[in-house]
């Protein structure tokens, strides 16, 4: 069974492919996967994929692996207004 993988930082992958100059489409065909995957982790739809997408978007992007994405569960989550003093 895959594990699903987090995006880290959207905005960081964003600021990334404005560095390449590469756009979502090109990234998208590059890592072979379809451009509304890659356009719902970007925009926050979701905030994660499998394994394989993760591993493949990095690789396309030419950067280390896990510089984008962990494994769910890794870190915890912020804790909620309600759960703050």
């Known amino acids: 069974m895959q594990r699903a993988m987090r995006l880290?930082?959207?905005?960081a992958m964003r600021a990334y492919l404005r560095l390449?100059?590469?756009s979502e489409r090109?990234?998208?065909a590059r890592a072979g996967?379809?451009?509304?995957t890659l356009n719902h982790l970007l925009?926050?739809?979701r905030?994660?994929?499998?394994a394989r997408t993760a591993s493949a978007l990095e690789a396309a992007l030419r950067c280390p692996p896990g510089l984008f994405f962990e494994a769910e569960g890794m870190h915890p989550p912020a804790p909620s207004s309600a759960q703050l003093p």
């Open 20 to 22: 390449m100059a590469m």
């Open 8 to 11: 880290r930082d959207r905005e």
């Open 47 to 50: 905030e994660t994929c499998s």
């Open 33 to 36: 996967i379809g451009h509304a």
């Open 26 to 28: 090109s990234l998208a």
């Open 43 to 45: 925009t926050g739809r």
